[in-house]
């Protein structure tokens, strides 16, 4: 029987401090997870830390709370704002265009096929 995996996605911002990478991804690896995108930087002049990592965490969809109730003490810790998304959940969106035949068509069409 094969594993279930969640693709999810982690946005962080915090004050910046040494260690924030570091402990965010010995926390990720150690509830089983692998992160397979990251990206960071840090904006001077706030003295911001901003995070993003994408990871695949083994488990039903369950799990994510598990992942985000275990991860409130770090972020607690490194005084975070954060949240946890699943990538293959689609959003909803409302996109408003000024010209119908010009600006849509633009934005939704690809290669004369409507995205969808």
């Known amino acids: 029987m094969k594993t279930e995996i969640q693709s999810l996605r982690l946005v962080a911002t915090c004050p910046d401090r040494k260690g924030i990478i570091g402990r ?6 150690t509830q089983g997870a ?5 990206s960071q ?4 002049r706030s003295d911001t830390f901003f995070m ?12 994510i709370k598990d992942f985000s109730d275990a991860f409130q003490l770090i972020a607690d ?3 975070m704002d954060w ?10 969106v409302v996109m408003l265009v000024s010209k119908f035949d010009n600006c849509l068509a633009y934005t939704c069409c690809t ?4 995205v969808t």
């Open 34 to 38: 692998n992160i397979v995108d990251a």
């Open 83 to 92: 949240h946890v998304t699943n990538v293959n959940q689609r959003r909803r």
């Open 24 to 29: 965010v991804a010995e926390f990720i690896s």
């Open 77 to 79: 810790e490194l005084e």
């Open 52 to 63: 993003r990592y994408g990871f695949e965490l083994p488990g039903p969809e369950s799990a």
């Open 111 to 114: 290669d004369g096929k409507w």
């Open 41 to 44: 930087y840090t904006e001077k």
